[in-house]
């Protein structure tokens, strides 16, 4: 079992930079492809960035070339560097953790794009 728990969210000015972490206990996150999430206000839930078991990364169109995904196994750990942000990258932004029938989801942190 893989306990999820992000953090890094606030509030940031257009053109800004955040870091999201998403950081697991109980199991090591390298043994899972994780993905980042972001649910805006009013819209569905939409992936925005995958990290596989070998370190291959994809990103939405939205976001390519300014959010960057990364693993860091010494602290179980996969970041989400956000650069440029933009009002419509106001989110919760969730990570979610999966191999075979296993799913495991954080409850997710606040990123909110404000002048």
């Known amino acids: 079992h893989v306990q999820l728990l992000e953090s890094g969210g606030g509030l940031v000015q257009p053109g800004g930079s955040r870091t999201l972490a998403c950081v697991a206990s109980?199991?090591?996150?390298?043994?899972?492809?994780v993905d980042w999430y972001r649910q805006a206000p009013g819209k569905q839930r939409e992936v925005v960035a995958t990290?596989?078991?070998?370190?291959?990364?994809a990103y939405t169109s939205a976001v390519k070339g300014r959010f960057t995904v990364s693993r860091d196994n010494a602290n179980n750990t996969v970041w989400l560097r956000m650069n440029n942000l933009k009002f419509e990258d106001t989110a919760i932004y969730s990570c979610?953790?999966?191999?075979?029938?296993?799913?495991?989801w954080g409850r997710g942190t606040q990123v909110t794009v404000s002048s």
């Open positions: 990290i596989v078991t070998d370190g291959d990364t």
């Open positions: 109980g199991s090591a996150i390298n043994q899972y492809i």
């Open positions: 979610k953790a999966y191999r075979g029938s296993e799913n495991y």
